[in-house]
């Protein structure tokens, strides 16, 4: 029985602390030779000059994010208002019919039920149904129907004429929130983060995107500071590399890595994941450039955000569950925006689609449909999470793209509801991709941090580097 009880204790001693350094060594970066750290610092080459086209400073973004924006936006979209969305994840790939699912567990998406949401999401539900029954309703008694003197075609005139008005402005195409199959979606419990999905199906997403829907038939490239096509293409292939960037980023942030001794599974950052991603011996020395588009990307939101702050002050953020709460929302929008308007360094919108009158408008309209052709291929996505947020997060530059280019925003920001309108959807997804984004540059402090620890390791242990 002592025997017993002493190797209990024994085991009730060693085993916690071994788990604890499990968890404490999980995270951190371990190199196999030492030069590897020379290669991990390297990622970050270019994050000490000014975001491209832009002229602003990549360290100053890093202090504006890291220091006031992130932990306001992650508050935020912590929020009824902000944490749910109205999707339809199960529309049809327009593109190849092999659109394999991703059957892993962490793949999945669970939809709300209406008692877990806000009282103004379900009274649009409540509404939605109302409607539904009296559509049927006048189906089954045309003769109680009341003429309004407006024929089939004239009522299908009228809402051709209202797309083509919105297709003008719109660069993605927003999913149709009143399909059966559109449902509520709580961002907060279906986070994004490395499920598994990968091999040859996701990487057909993301080649489709490079290879077919950016201007010119290219693999992913830089697309650095060299002048070799016009601002417009290096923008959009910018845009579109910073958002792959930081969803790269996310997925090594958020990695699951698998317990030990009957352990669970622990969420937490991957930095070999990382410098395998954005290693320049490992990318053909293009990482470093992708990191750096991040921050064009972060800038063009953050822009979008400022010029449409008169018309955001305007929203009320209600949600329902408490009063108090949709109050702290509104407070919290508007303390935000604060920050967002009075940055001094913006990306300038108006540099874009400039010069020939005929020229820049049929350049726009390529921008337009090359970009609603990327928000698309997010159908085809096989992972259900992966495919929620790479729907949010297109949409949110499409709705910032929309702010800057609509020309319904005057140049002293000034918008009005009769001329510009933003749905609720929009709005949400613009604040998450955002937050996504503002995550992504905190985090490569994260993984620099996780470096310059090694590297101080190694230095203790007397290693010459």
């Keep these: 029985m002592k025997l017993w009880l002493g190797t209990g204790l024994l085991v009730g001693i060693i085993l916690p602390n071994l788990i604890f350094a499990f968890e404490a060594s999980?995270?951190?970066?371990?190199?196999?030779?030492?030069e590897d750290i020379g290669n991990a610092e390297d990622c970050f080459c270019k994050l000490n000059e000014e975001v491209d086209d832009c002229g602003c400073k990549i360290e100053l973004i890093d202090r504006l994010n890291n220091y006031q924006i992130h932990p306001r936006i992650n508050a935020l979209v912590q929020k009824d208002y902000f944490r749910f969305i109205k999707l339809n994840l199960n529309k049809i790939c327009q593109f190849w019919s092999?659109?394999?699912?991703?059957?892993?567990k962490d793949c999945h998406v669970k939809a709300c039920n209406?008692?877990?949401?806000?009282?103004?999401?379900?009274?649009?539900?409540?509404?939605?149904?109302?409607?539904d029954q009296a559509q049927g309703c006048e189906q089954t008694n045309p003769l109680g129907h009341i003429n309004s003197s407006l024929s089939d075609e004239s009522l299908k005139a009228f809402e051709d004429m209202k797309k083509y008005d919105d297709a003008q402005d719109n660069f993605c195409e927003p999913d149709d929130e009143t399909h059966a199959q559109a449902e509520y979606l709580d961002l907060v419990l279906?986070?994004?983060?490395?499920?598994?999905?990968?091999?040859?199906?996701?990487?057909?997403?993301w080649n489709s995107i490079y290879r077919e829907n950016c201007f010119e038939n290219t693999d992913r490239v830089a697309y650095g500071p060299e002048k070799n096509t016009c601002l417009e293409k290096r923008s959009f292939y910018r845009l579109v590399s910073g958002l792959h960037t930081s969803i790269n980023i996310h997925l090594s942030a958020r990695f699951l890595h698998k317990g030990v001794l009957d352990q669970p599974d622990v969420w937490g950052p991957n930095p070999e994941e990382f410098?395998?991603?954005f290693d320049p011996e490992k990318t053909n020395g293009l990482g470093p450039q992708w990191l750096k588009n991040l921050y064009f990307i972060?800038?063009?939101?953050?822009?979008?955000?400022?010029?449409v702050a008169p018309y955001l002050e305007k929203e009320t953020f209600y949600a329902g569950r408490s009063q108090q709460e949709d109050e702290d929302t509104k407070k919290a929008v508007v303390d935000l925006l604060k920050i967002a308007t009075t940055f001094q360094h913006h990306f300038n919108e108006t540099n874009l689609f400039r010069g020939n009158p005929i020229e820049a408008k049929k350049l726009k309209e390529e921008f337009q449909i090359k970009f609603r052709n990327i928000t698309r291929i997010m159908d085809c996505v096989g992972c259900d999470k992966c495919r929620l947020w790479g729907k949010v997060q297109t949409l949110a530059l499409g709705t910032s793209l929309k702010i800057l280019f609509s020309g319904k925003i005057s140049s002293e920001n000034q918008a009005t509801k009769n001329l510009f309108q933003l749905s609720r959807t929009e709005i949400v997804a613009l604040f998450n991709g955002f937050a996504r984004l503002s995550n992504s540059i905190a985090e490569i402090e994260n993984f620099r941090e996780s470096v310059s620890k090694c590297k101080s390791k190694f230095k203790d242990q007397n290693v010459e580097l």
């Design 190 to 205: 279906n986070p994004e983060r490395f499920t598994g999905y990968k091999a040859p199906h996701a990487h057909k997403i």
């Design 275 to 277: 410098f395998k991603r």
């Design 98 to 104: 092999d659109d394999a699912r991703c059957s892993l």
């Design 114 to 131: 209406q008692e877990d949401l806000p009282a103004s999401f379900r009274n649009i539900i409540n509404q939605q149904e109302i409607q």
């Design 298 to 307: 972060y800038l063009v939101e953050l822009r979008a955000l400022a010029k």
């Design 26 to 34: 999980l995270f951190d970066f371990k190199p196999k030779p030492k």
